[in-house]
C-alpha cells in the first residue's frame, strides 16, 4: 500500500487524498457504486472460474481471449436472431458466449497435455488472436450498416438486451448468474469428487497420476469451466452494456487481468471472489474518478493493481517461508 | 607403486543429524592407481566423495593432498586441487552443443566468444585418452554413453589428478562400458589416479588395482584386486555368516496372485530397464525384491502399477492381464501400492489427512455418493487409520506437510492397507524412519500377508530376511537369483546383487 502511495506522491498528489477520491467515488455515491457493481459482474465471473484453473495449478492468463471469443460466438447468435422466438435468444447467447469462451480455453489444456506446450505462453498468445479476429470481424465482414462508419456491428434486436435495474448499468441477470456460478464454483471445489480431482492435482501431480487421476480430463475440465465462465462474462458485457460488437478494448477493459488479481486476492475461493470483485471494480471505477479530478493517467491505477498484486505474492512467500538467520555452514563447523 | 599416496584421507567422520554416515574412515590413494569404491547403499561411498569434492565437510579427520593438508571448501576449490567428478546424473543442458556445455563447466572461460580455443584443447584430450565426441552435436541428440563421454570430457579439460567416477557404469552398454575402461586405462598409464564406485563386481575385478569396502559408514576392508576375488568383496560388503531366517513364521499360503512373465520395461533414458523379468507371488507370501537401487526396482512397480508402459512381457493379477490397463482400472483391479520418495508420489502434502487418506478411493462408496464427496465418511475413514496406525497428529484435518515422515508413511500405510488389496507393492517402507515406525509399518505387513500378496523392494538385506517367505534379487534390470531366507550366505546375496550368478 505504502508503495502505491508513492506512486501517488511522486506525481504530486496527496496519497490519502487520491485514496479517498478513489474508493470514496466508486463506494460512497450512488452513481459511482452503481458503476462499480456494473464492473464488478464479469470480474466476479471471470475470477470465479480463474480460482477453478488455479486451483488445479493450470495458469490460465488468457481470460481476457476467453472472453473475447465468447463474445464472437455470442454476437454470431445475436446478429442472426431476427428469425428465433424472443425467448430463446438471450439463452442461446449466453450459450454460445460460454461455448466459444469453453473452446478458446480447452485448446491451451490440449496443447499442454498433448504436446506439453507451456499454458502460459498459449493462453497469453491467444488473448492477441481473440483480439485480432475481433478486430477483423467489426472492421470487415461484421461492420454495421447503421452505425454509421464505426467499426461496430449493428446493434442487435431488443430481444438480445439484458435487462437493466432502473437508472443504472447494473444488468442484474448477469450479476445473478455471477453469483449463482461462484457459489457453484465454490461447491464443485470443497464439496464434489470433481473438485477434489481439481485440488489433488494442483498439490501434487504425480500422486494425482498414481491415485488414477487423468491429468488431461482435470486440465480440460478446469480450463472448459474457466474459459466458459469468462465466455459468460464477455456475453453478459455485449447484452448488457454494448448491444454490439466493439473494439476488444472496449469490451473488456482488461478484465481478464485483472480478475487474476482479484481470484489471488480472494485465496482461490470462488466465494471471496465476490467481495474482493467489489472492491477491484470499485479501483477501475475510481481511477476513472482521479482521471478526471486529480489529472492523473489511469495507468496510475494499473500500477497502484500491479503493487498489489505483487506484494501480495510477496506476503504469501513470507507466509510460507520463515525467514531464519544463520550462521553460514562454513563458520558453523 | 610405493610411491607418495596422492591422496590420504585420515579418520573422515561426519554425521547427519543423529545418523552418522561415516565413522573414521581412512583411505589412500597412490598415483597411477585404479581404486574401487564398493558398498551397499547408504554405506557411505557418495557421502565420503560428496566430502573431497567439497559438497560437504568432515565433521573430523584430515584430507592430505599430496602430503599437505588440504581444506575442500567448494566444487571449485577441489577443482583446484585436481579433484574432478563424474556423477552418476549427468549435468548437461540438453538444447546447447556438446562444447557449449563443455565450455560452461570450464572454471577459466573467457568471457566473450567462451568456446575460443575449446575446439583444439578438446582434440588434443581426444586424441590424448582416445576419448571420442562430437563437439557441435547437441546434447539432446546423444546417448546415455555419448552423454558420459562429455561429462568425462568436461572434467579432463580440468587436468585432473584425481577423477572420480560415480557408478559410471549403470547407463551404459558393455561395449561402451569396454570403452570407458579403455580409457580409464590411458588416463591412469599416465601417473594419475582414479576412485571408481561401483557395486557390479565384475567390473571391480576388472578394472581397479585395489579395493576399498565400505560397510555402515565404516571401511571394512581395502585389498589388492589380484589377490581377491568377488566373494571375498561380497563378504566385506554385506558381513560373514549365514543370512539368517528371520521370518515371523509363515501363513498358509494360496494360490498364485501375482504372475509376471518375461517383463521387458523401457526406463527413463530409453535403455531397458526391466529385461525378462519373470517372478510370482502367491497370496500369503511376502517377495522381497533386493538389490541396489536404480537396478530396475521403480520401474518394476511402476509396470505392474499402471505407471509405466510394459514393452512386453505379462503382468497376471488373478489370471487378468494387467499389462496396458489404466492406472485406474489396476487399482481398482486390487493393487496398492507404497511408493518410494513419500512426499513426492505418495501423499499431496499441502492437503489434509482426511483429503490424503481417501485420495484412491474417493471417487467410490462411501467417500462419494452421486459425485459429491461425503465428509463425514472421510473424516471418520480418516481418524480411523490415525488410531489405528498410530499417527501423531493433531487431528484429521492437519495438513500432511506438517506431519514428521515416519508419520506420513503411516498415513500411506493406512490408506493403502485398509483398501485391502489383493498385491500390495511396499517399495523402501521404512527407508528413513525411526525404529518406532519402522517397526510398526513392518508388523503391519506382516499381518496383512494373512490376506493379500505383498512385493516387498527394499535395500535392506535385514528387512527382506526379517519379513519375507521369498526373495529375489535383482541386477540390472534382471533377476539374478531366488532364494529362501535362511537358505544362503550373506556373500551369495551380495554377489547376486553385483551381478553374478550363484548357484544355489
Given amino acids: 500500500m505504502s508503495a502505491a502511495g508513492l506512486v501517488f506522491a511522486v506525481q504530486g498528489v496527496n496519497p490519502w487524498t487520491a485514496l479517498w477520491k478513489i474508493f470514496g467515488g466508486s463506494f460512497c455515491r450512488s452513481f459511482g457504486f452503481f458503476e462499480t457493481m456494473t464492473k464488478a459482474i464479469p470480474l466476479i465471473l471471470i475470477s470465479a472460474g480463474l480460482s477453478i484453473a488455479f486451483r488445479a495449478r493450470f495458469w490460465n492468463i488468457g481470460a481476457e481471449g476467453q472472453l473475447l471469443f465468447g463474445c464472437?460466438?455470442?454476437?454470431?447468435?445475436?446478429l442472426h436472431s431476427s428469425s428465433l422466438p424472443s425467448y430463446c435468444v438471450l439463452p442461446l447467447m449466453f450459450l454460445a458466449g460460454a461455448t466459444g469462451g469453453a473452446l478458446w480455453g480447452t485448446l491451451p489444456a490440449l496443447l499442454r497435455e498433448k504436446y506439453r506446450v507451456n499454458e502460459v505462453i498459449s493462453t497469453l498468445m491467444l488473448n492477441y488472436i481473440a483480439a485480432e479476429a475481433v478486430q477483423y470481424l467489426i472492421y470487415g465482414p461484421w461492420k454495421g450498416k447503421t452505425q454509421w462508419g464505426f467499426p461496430y456491428t449493428d446493434n442487435f434486436p431488443p430481444a438480445a438486451s439484458l435487462p437493466v435495474i432502473p437508472g443504472t448499468r447494473i444488468h442484474w441477470l448477469t450479476l445473478l448468474i455471477g453469483l449463482v456460478m461462484a457459489c457453484a464454483a465454490y461447491f464443485l471445489l470443497e464439496r464434489s469428487s470433481m473438485g477434489f480431482e481439481i485440488r489433488v492435482s494442483g498439490e501434487n501431480p504425480e500422486a494425482a497420476r498414481r491415485s488414477g487421476i487423468s491429468p488431461l480430463r482435470v486440465s480440460l475440465l478446469v480450463m472448459g469451466l474457466s474459459g466458459g465462465l469468462a465466455g459468460l462474462a464477455g456475453t453478459g458485457e455485449l447484452c448488457g452494456v454494448h448491444h454490439h460488437l466493439t473494439y476488444p478494448w472496449a469490451i473488456s477493459s482488461g478484465y481478464g487481468f485483472t480478475a487474476i488479481i482479484v481470484a489471488w486476492m480472494a485465496m482461490l475461493n470462488p466465494l471471496w471472489c465476490i467481495p474482493v470483485s467489489l472492491l477491484f471494480a470499485g479501483l477501475l471505477v475510481g481511477g476513472d474518478a482521479i482521471q478526471t479530478s486529480l489529472g492523473l493517467?489511469?495507468?496510475?491505477v494499473n500500477v497502484f493493481n500491479g503493487a498489489i498484486l505483487f506484494?501480495?505474492?510477496l506476503a504469501e512467500f513470507f507466509r510460507e517461508n520463515k525467514i531464519s538467520l544463520k550462521r553460514s555452514a562454513s563458520a558453523g563447523a | 607403486m610405493h610411491d607418495r599416496p596422492v591422496l590420504q584421507l585420515d579418520a573422515i567422520s561426519r554425521s547427519f543429524g543423529p545418523v552418522q554416515a561415516l565413522s573414521e574412515v581412512s583411505i589412500d590413494l597412490k598415483p597411477g592407481e585404479i581404486l574401487g569404491l564398493l558398498g551397499a547403499n547408504g554405506a557411505g561411498k557418495s557421502t565420503l566423495m560428496n566430502i573431497l569434492c567439497g559438497l560437504h565437510r568432515p565433521d573430523s579427520g584430515q584430507i592430505n593432498i599430496n602430503g599437505s593438508k588440504a581444506d575442500i571448501r567448494s566444487p571449485a576449490e577441489a577443482a583446484g586441487l585436481g579433484i574432478g567428478m563424474v556423477h552418476q546424473h549427468f549435468m548437461l543442458v540438453p538444447n546447447m552443443t556438446v562444447s557449449e556445455n563443455i565450455a560452461l563447466s570450464l572454471l577459466h572461460c573467457p568471457f566473450f566468444n567462451p568456446l575460443s580455443g575449446l575446439e583444439k584443447s578438446i582434440r588434443e584430450r581426444s586424441e590424448q585418452f582416445g576419448l571420442t565426441i562430437s563437439p557441435d552435436e547437441f546434447v539432446i541428440n546423444l546417448s546415455a554413453g555419448e552423454r558420459q563421454r562429455v561429462e568425462l570430457m568436461k572434467v579432463l579439460l580440468l587436468s585432473p589428478r584425481i577423477l572420480i567416477l560415480d557408478e559410471p557404469t549403470s547407463v551404459l552398454t558393455p561395449r561402451e562400458a569396454a570403452a570407458l575402461f579403455a580409457v580409464l586405462r590411458r588416463f591412469s598409464s599416465e601417473g594419475r589416479s582414479a576412485i571408481f564406485i561401483s557395486h557390479k563386481l565384475e567390473e571391480v575385478m576388472q578394472i581397479t588395482n585395489r579395493v576399498a569396502v565400505m560397510k555402515n559408514g565404516r571401511l571394512s576392508g581395502v585389498v589388492t584386486t589380484k589377490?581377491?576375488?568377488?566373494?571375498?568383496?561380497?563378504?566385506?560388503?554385506?558381513?560373514?555368516g549365514t543370512a539368517g531366517a528371520g521370518n515371523a513364521g509363515c501363513v498358509r499360503q494360496g494360490d498364485k496372485t501375482l504372475d509376471v512373465s518375461s517383463l521387458t520395461v523401457i526406463g527413463d533414458s530409453g535403455t531397458q530397464a526391466l529385461t525378462n523379468v519373470s517372478f510370482c507371488i502367491r497370496s500369503g507370501e511376502i517377495l522381497g525384491i533386493a538389490g541396489v537401487s536404480g537396478n530396475g526396482q521403480r520401474e518394476l512397480s511402476e509396470a505392474i502399477c499402471g505407471l509405466r508402459p510394459v514393452h512386453s512381457g505379462r503382468i497376471f493379477l488373478n489370471g487378468i492381464d494387467l499389462a496396458g490397463k489404466s492406472v485406474r482400472s489396476i487399482n481398482e483391479a486390487g493393487v496398492s501400492a507404497i511408493p518410494e520418495e513419500r512426499i513426492h508420489y505418495g501423499v499431496a502434502a499441502g492437503l489434509s489427512i482426511t483429503d490424503n487418506a481417501i485420495l484412491k478411493d474417493y471417487y467410490q462408496q462411501p467417500f462419494s455418493v452421486n459425485h459429491m464427496l461425503q465428509n463425514e465418511a472421510a473424516r471418520n475413514h480418516?481418524?480411523?487409520i490415525i488410531m489405528q496406525y498410530q499417527v501423531s497428529a493433531p487431528g484429521q484435518d492437519t495438513p500432511v506437510r506438517y506431519l514428521s515422515g515416519g508419520n506420513i508413511q503411516k498415513v500411506i500405510a493406512g490408506r493403502e492397507i485398509e483398501r485391502r488389496p489383493i498385491l500390495l507393492i511396499a517399495s523402501h517402507p521404512t527407508y528413513?524412519?525411526?525404529?518406532?515406525?519402522?517397526?510398526?509399518i513392518r508388523s503391519q505387513l506382516l499381518l496383512l500377508r494373512h490376506s493379500s500378496a505383498i512385493l516387498l523392494i527394499s535395500e535392506?538385506?535385514?528387512?527382506?530376511?526379517?519379513l519375507c517367505d521369498r526373495i529375489a534379487v535383482i541386477c540390472a534390470g534382471r533377476i539374478t537369483g531366488e532364494f529362501l531366507p535362511g537358505e544362503v550366505t550373506l556373500e551369495q546375496i551380495g554377489l547376486m546383487m553385483g551381478g553374478e550368478s550363484v548357484n544355489l
Fill in chain 2, 432 to 440: 528413513g524412519l525411526d525404529v518406532g515406525a519402522t517397526d510398526f
Fill in chain 1, 311 to 313: 506484494f501480495l505474492m
Fill in chain 2, 382 to 384: 480418516a481418524s480411523g
Fill in chain 1, 297 to 300: 493517467p489511469f495507468a496510475t
Fill in chain 2, 227 to 240: 589377490e581377491t576375488d568377488s566373494h571375498e568383496l561380497a563378504r566385506l560388503m554385506l558381513g560373514s
Fill in chain 1, 72 to 78: 464472437i460466438l455470442a454476437t454470431g447468435v445475436g
Fill in chain 2, 460 to 466: 535392506s538385506i535385514d528387512e527382506l530376511i526379517r
